[in-house]
């Protein structure tokens, strides 16, 4: 199995609204990520989850909260947001790179899901 | 720090043709990776291909090859007898050996295979 599976696929919400997006994987992968993307622009890194834990959060307003329960599922839970917040939500997981170690995969090979398409009104 | 650069927003080629899309990048390390991902319309970003600095053997995969030259910090994508499902936004991406998780992504190159 080697597919990341996003919900809800498309979401239109008011700027007061409180929403989540949601992303799962089954690969035994413990590194999870949330990526925005622009139309025709490459993803922007948002938050990376390794082991359950955030290790990187670049720079993203308050308004984006992301949690990772298990080692399966992660969220992007959505509040206050602003027309400009309109885009494409890719989730994404892969190894956590072990130097010296081979697994399948490799490194920097990310498996993207189909993404949650987001449009604030 | 560094950058990857992909000079052509847009190209397009008959069905069947071989295109080369282009792609610099700059660093100062020597450890690193290089990926093209492909994302078609609509559809999920996969990885076409991957290049450890390190090796000096390029990459192929099957109908997908790349040509690596390190000292031109190059990493060209060569797609053979092209598809229509070739017709995708293709990215090039550099990772740091050390660093996990940081893909730096080049603003991406519009493929559109025409029949």
């Known amino acids: 199995d080697t597919e990341v599976t996003q919900t809800p696929k498309h979401l239109v919400m008011g700027m007061t609204n409180k929403k989540s997006l949601k992303c799962e994987q089954h690969?035994?992968?413990?590194?999870m990520y949330w990526y925005k993307q622009k139309a025709k622009k490459p993803p922007e890194l948002m938050f990376v989850?390794?082991?359950?834990?955030?290790?990187i959060n670049e720079s993203v307003p308050s308004r984006f909260s992301p949690e990772c329960p298990n080692s399966s599922l992660l969220n992007l839970h959505l509040h206050a947001l602003q027309p400009e917040d309109s885009a494409l939500y890719l989730c994404?997981?892969?190894?956590?790179?072990?130097?010296?170690?081979?697994?399948?995969?490799?490194?920097?090979?990310?498996?993207f899901g189909e993404g949650s398409r987001l449009t604030v009104l | 720090a560094q950058t990857v650069t992909q000079s052509q927003p847009e190209m397009s080629v008959q069905e069947a043709e071989t295109v080369t899309l282009s792609c610099t990048y700059d660093?100062?390390?020597?450890?690193?990776?290089l990926f093209w991902y492909k994302q078609p319309p609509s559809r999920q970003m996969i990885l076409v291909i991957r290049?450890?600095?390190?090796k000096q053997q390029n990459a192929t995969e099957n109908r997908f090859s790349v040509n690596f030259q390190k000292a031109a910090k190059s990493f060209s994508l060569k797609i053979s007898d092209s598809q229509l499902g070739d017709t995708a936004m293709y990215f090039c991406?550099?990772?740091?050996?050390?660093?996990?998780?940081?893909?730096?992504w080049g603003a991406g190159t519009k493929l559109i295979i025409k029949p």
């Open positions: 994404a997981s892969s190894q956590v790179v072990v130097r010296g170690t081979s697994f399948l995969g490799g490194p920097g090979e990310l498996f």
């Open positions: 660093t100062s390390e020597n450890n690193y990776y």
């Open positions: 989850y390794s082991y359950e834990k955030l290790s």
């Open positions: 991406a550099f990772m740091l050996l050390d660093s996990n998780y940081q893909l730096i």
């Open positions: 690969m035994g992968h413990r590194a």
């Open positions: 290049q450890e600095a390190y």
